[in-house]
């Protein structure tokens, strides 16, 4: 499984637009990108993925550029509820499920 | 659609003991994770299983264990409870196809005294 690097911690504002970068040098030609929030004594939460280029949904996009090397979830206008822990992970098909978690971005939103 | 429901929430056992942890997949979904989580840490993968049978496991030692049901709800069993063994033990159940997301319970706090 591809190992991710993600800074440990973000500040931002309420309003502002947070991007989290996430590093994935050795992704494999078939792993998808998943981005997971957690927020205290909760489960992690499924958030987005992708293959490459863009993706959308009512909640973020993720930027994936032709490498497939990096990634970013981008999160637009965020407020205080978006406080939480943030998670990249990198797997395929046959890992589903077997996912190798890092310490995540701990994305701290202030009035 | 119900989602994945854990039990108990919370849970305080002796070191040594043993303990049962359940867990109610998603409507629909037939594999069933499990992952330690320690205080400021990432999820750990425990092991996973599709139809009743376990696909693949992490690095645990074997007094974790596991069972899946023909519902496909589980159950995780750990023995000769440690004190490293507190953590937040979280489910996750997936289509268990492709590259569907998994979708998490709110996990059980255990505490081992």
């Known amino acids: 499984l591809a190992k991710t690097t993600q800074p440990i911690s973000m500040d931002s504002y309420e309003g502002q637009e947070v991007n989290i970068t996430c590093s994935h040098n050795n992704i494999a030609t078939n792993d998808y990108i998943t981005w997971y929030q957690q927020f205290p004594s909760q489960g992690p939460r499924f958030i987005i993925q992708g293959y490459k280029t863009k993706v959308t949904n009512e909640v973020a996009s993720l930027f994936i550029p032709a490498d497939r090397k990096s990634s970013t979830l981008s999160l637009p206008r965020v407020s205080l509820s978006d406080t939480a822990v943030y998670y990249c992970l990198v797997a395929g098909s046959s890992n589903t499920g077997k996912l190798i978690f890092g310490q995540g971005t701990t994305l701290q939103v202030k009035p | ?113």
Do not use: M
């Not at chain 2, 854990?6 to 942890?21: A, F, N, Y």
């Not at chain 2, 997936?94 to 590259?99: A, I, Q």
């Open chain 2, 1 to 113: 659609e119900t989602g994945v429901t854990q039990s108990p929430t919370h849970l305080i056992k002796t070191r040594g003991q043993q303990v049962t942890l359940r867990c109610s997949s998603q409507s629909g979904h037939n594999t069933v994770s499990w992952y330690q989580q320690a205080l400021g840490q990432g999820p750990q993968f425990i092991f996973q299983y599709y139809r009743e049978e376990e696909n693949g496991r992490g690095n645990f030692p074997p007094r974790f264990s596991g069972l899946q049901f023909p519902n496909y709800s589980s159950e995780l069993n750990v023995n000769a409870l440690e004190l490293d063994d507190s953590a937040l033990y979280l489910c996750a159940s997936s289509l268990g196809e492709g590259n569907s997301p998994l979708h998490f319970g709110n996990g059980t706090r255990l505490t081992v005294t």
